[in-house]
Nanobody, 127 residues
Framework: QVQVVESGGGLVQAGDSLRLSCAASGRTFSMYAMGWFRQAAEKERDVVASINWSGEKTYYADSVKGRFTISRDNAKNAVYLQMNNLKPEDSAVYYC????????????????????WGQGTQVTVSS
């Protein structure tokens, strides 16, 4: 059984930093692309960043480019999202997800590409 668990959310002020962590278990972590998504109240769940299975390729939504960094440690079965210079509009529930199929030649940005999701962690940025 695949499990995905996020941690690291919280309440911060604008300009602060947070690091989200995600641990995945139940299958060979290093074979699968991972993604971070977020969902604000009454909005759709959108991709924030994704990383391919090897960690060599990354993708960022335009709204977070230059502020957020996704990384993975395959030895620890973990993926991270370093969020700097946070803004109020970054407030949302952040979800970590593991791709449905192994390997692949790219990063993946659609929710349909991911089969396993964490429960989410709340990030709130006050102005």
């Amino acid at each position: 059984q695949v499990q995905v668990v996020e941690s690291g959310g919280g309440l911060v002020q604008a300009g602060d930093s947070l690091r989200l962590s995600c641990a995945a278990s139940g299958r060979t972590f290093s074979m699968y692309a991972m993604g971070w998504f977020r969902q604000a109240a009454e909005k759709e769940r959108d991709v924030v960043a994704s990383i391919n299975w090897s960690g060599e390729k990354t993708y960022y939504a335009d709204s977070v480019k230059g502020r957020f960094t996704i990384s993975r440690d395959n030895a620890k079965n973990a993926v991270y999202l370093q969020m700097n210079n946070l803004k109020p509009e970054d407030s949302a529930v952040y979800y970590c997800a593991s791709r449905r199929s192994p390997y692949g030649g790219s990063t993946y940005v659609r929710t349909e590409d991911y089969a396993y999701w964490g429960q989410g962690t709340q990030v709130t940025v006050s102005s």
